[in-house]
């Protein structure tokens, strides 16, 4: 079974624009990661934020955590061509180790 | 190399069959994960190996899979009597276990069709 709920399912976007997906979960977390996934690649790790963390940024990439609503975004500033892909929320539970339980994904298209 | 390899990259094989599948992580990584992805959907947890135990086997679907990780580096995750549903991608994983939360590199992955 899968934890995390993505949304949209897929988005369509222009260069230039701002691309947001969420991603909600139903048990409580130790921590909460986005991956990318190119087609037909495998996963590479983007961002990772923990339950006592609000907001963390990495470059284009900005990460928000609501605990209460157990929710999280994903937001692509001023996106490219070359950041077409999957994207993917994973939960982390506590218990020593990172068992990672992903969501479905948001296919997210960038047209130039 | 210095990612994590799988090989084979591509496997058809006949409903019936046994098939192994090999992953060889990150050296140094005591965490080892597969998964299995099934086309349009995020990757499903099979099986999390600290070291050479496996620490979590709930993702296993039924018997017919088995994963194995003798020495705490390569591990090959084996299924008997594939079925036409056992068709996906299969993921692993590597981390380096240390404090639990962490990211995972993921190799890219073995793509398994039963006919």
């Known amino acids: 079974s899968q934890q995390g709920e993505e949304d949209p399912q897929a988005l369509s976007i222009q260069e230039g624009e701002n691309a947001t997906m969420n991603c909600s979960y139903k048990?409580?977390?130790?921590?909460l990661q986005w991956y990318r996934q190119n087609s037909g690649r495998g996963l590479v790790h983007l961002i990772l934020?923990?339950?006592?963390?609000r907001e963390k940024h990495s470059g284009r990439l900005r990460v928000t955590l609501d605990t209460s609503k157990k929710s999280s975004s994903l937001l692509i500033t001023a996106s490219r061509a070359a950041d077409t892909a999957s994207y993917f929320c994973?939960?982390?539970?506590?218990?020593?180790?990172?068992?990672?339980?992903f969501g479905a994904g948001t296919r997210l298209a960038v047209h130039p | 190399g210095a990612g994590v390899s799988q090989t084979p990259s591509n496997k058809v094989t006949e409903k019936g069959k046994y098939v192994e599948l090999r992953c060889d992580p990150i050296?140094?990584?005591?965490?080892l994960y597969w998964y299995r992805q099934s086309l349009g959907q995020g990757p499903e947890f099979l099986i999390y190996?600290?070291?050479?135990?496996?620490?979590?086997d709930s993702g296993l679907p039924n018997d017919r899979f088995f994963a194995v990780r003798p020495e705490g580096s390569v591990s090959t995750l084996k299924i008997q009597r594939t079925e036409r549903g056992d068709s996906a991608v299969y993921l692993c994983?590597?981390?380096?276990?240390?404090?639990?939360?962490?990211?995972?590199?993921f190799g890219e992955g073995s793509r398994l069709t039963v006919l």
């Open positions: 994973a939960t982390g539970s506590s218990g020593g180790y990172n068992k990672l339980i």
């Open positions: 048990t409580s977390i130790n921590n």
């Open positions: 934020i923990r339950s006592n963390e």
């Open positions: 050296s140094g990584h005591t965490a």
């Open positions: 190996f600290q070291g050479t135990g496996a620490a979590d």
């Open positions: 994983a590597s981390a380096t276990g240390q404090g639990g939360a962490g990211e995972l590199f």
